[in-house]
């Protein structure tokens, strides 16, 4: 299907939904994002705001209004909260999205999810078949979300396909900053061996892969795994980001088991004071769990290419971050 349409679209406040809007507005498409109130979009003619909230039917019923396809890419990802915010947010707010579509008579839904859904993978790579293993609210409630699109996929009448992105990174991103910002001072150190391995994508290639299953008549009623040209132990990942700093890679190994009790006990003393905790232990078990996914399914099905290597990705991250300020020029 070629042509001008009305894109829906929300998270387009956040990295993967603002790249994706300005995907779609630079293709000619008009894009409807949904925006809170005081939160910044891209200044884009082709970008309108429809100001309101997730948990807000109307604002939805505004949002999806004449629109071909809606992707949603909104959640709520690491922020502090219980179970029924992230439910609310990442669950609810879904099921609120598909009804609206199909009142609007919608064409396309598109669903973004997380590989999280399955948690550390055994036996890798694993694909889109891979047994299910959230580790957290936010996996636990997304996968919910999912599973209620793949439940709607039955009913027809809304063609809904759903997108498990791996680590996403690139100019715009600001999570992974705290690591290149350890590894620049020297002061990164793995914990255990650093022998997990770790599947990052590049936004581009993301992005490609969303427009990509906005048309493909063999999106509908699947799930696609998007990652990266490969997967790679966090020790080689973590060098890449040292060649791009230009800094020689981390050597220093920090024992595992002892360093994951020690963020237990951080955890117990910062939390009740209202602190945040300087030492998680979910960041200490990022390095023990194996994230190696496997993209056939995309690419046979989609023609999904990804084309951006971890070197020449992280060279670009580290550009942004030097002109933004975030890191110094060198």
Request: charged fraction near 25%; include cysteine; glycine fraction near 10%.
């Amino acid at each position: 299907m070629n042509g001008s349409r009305t894109i829906a679209i929300t998270g387009a406040t956040g990295f993967t939904g603002q790249a994706l809007a300005e995907r779609l507005a630079a293709d000619g498409h008009r894009v409807q994002a949904l925006a809170r109130p005081g939160s910044a979009l891209p200044e884009d003619a082709g970008i309108v705001r429809i100001e309101g909230e997730l948990g807000d039917p109307e604002a939805l019923d505004r949002l999806v209004a004449g629109a071909d396809t809606v992707f949603h890419v909104a959640a709520m990802y690491r922020e502090e909260g219980s179970y029924e915010k992230f439910l609310a947010v990442n669950y609810e707010a879904t099921r609120a999205l598909v009804e609206a579509s199909r009142r609007a008579g919608v064409r396309r839904f598109v669903y973004c999810s997380t590989i999280g859904v399955h948690g550390s993978v055994d036996n890798g790579p694993a694909d889109e078949s891979a047994a299910f293993s959230p580790r957290d609210f936010y996996q636990e409630t997304k996968l919910l979300a999912e599973q209620y699109c793949r439940e709607e996929m039955e009913r027809g009448g809304l063609e809904i396909a759903i997108i498990r992105p791996c680590s996403i990174y690139g100019p715009g991103d600001t999570r992974m900053l705290k690591m290149f910002r350890m590894v620049r001072s020297g002061l990164f150190f793995f914990v255990g061996d650093g022998g997990a391995n770790f599947h990052p994508v590049y936004i581009d290639d993301l992005v490609d892969a969303f427009v990509l299953c906005m048309d493909s008549p063999d999106a509908v009623g699947e799930v696609f795994i998007i990652g990266g040209p490969r997967y790679l132990p966090l020790t080689d990942y973590v060098g890449a980001a040292a060649r791009a700093l230009d800094r020689k890679p981390p050597r220093l190994h920090l024992p595992y088991e002892p360093l994951y009790q020690v963020a237990r006990v951080v955890e117990a003393v910062c939390t009740p004071l209202g602190l945040q905790p300087p030492l998680h232990r979910r960041r200490v078990k990022f390095f023990k769990h194996n994230r190696a996914f496997s993209t056939a399914k995309a690419r046979k099905m989609l023609g999904y290419e990804p084309k951006v290597d971890l070197d020449e990705g992280f060279r670009r991250t580290v550009a942004w971050y030097r002109e933004t300020g975030l890191l110094p020029p060198r």
